[in-house]
């Protein structure tokens, strides 16, 4: 199936993270949405330039959480390999991340 076509499915489910690694030890859950709700997130994440990384299992662990809940030890792994994907859209904020991140289990 094409990005196109695939798009235009209903999202179900949607949990958006924020992670400061100068001021966060743990990413942080910052919205969560399921049907219109999510496609509103989406929308603004668009709007904004802020990257989406399509996920069903980890959007719907998530989103049993509530927003300002840090992420659960059992998702770090996952977490941090978006984290470090996203990073390489932005060169300063990977750095951060990599610094951050190194030895920590993550």
């Known amino acids: 199936?094409?990005?196109a076509a695939e798009r235009k499915q209903p999202v179900k489910e949607v949990a958006a993270i924020?992670?400061?690694p100068a001021a966060d030890?743990?990413?942080t859950i910052v919205a969560i949405g399921h049907g219109h709700?999510?496609?509103r997130i989406l929308e603004k994440a668009q709007e904004n330039d802020i990257p989406v990384v399509q996920d069903a299992g980890l959007a719907q662990l998530?989103?049993?959480l509530s927003?300002?809940?840090e992420i659960p030890p059992e998702v770090y792994k996952v977490v941090a390999q978006i984290l470090l994907f996203v990073s390489?859209?932005?060169t300063s904020y990977g750095e951060k991340i990599k610094s951050r991140t190194a030895?920590?289990?993550y």
């Open 67 to 69: 927003v300002g809940d």
């Open 37 to 39: 709700a999510a496609e």
């Open 25 to 27: 030890d743990v990413p």
């Open 62 to 64: 998530l989103s049993k």
């Open 103 to 105: 030895g920590s289990g």
């Open 18 to 20: 924020k992670y400061d």
């Open 88 to 90: 390489g859209m932005d």
């Open 1 to 3: 199936m094409d990005e």
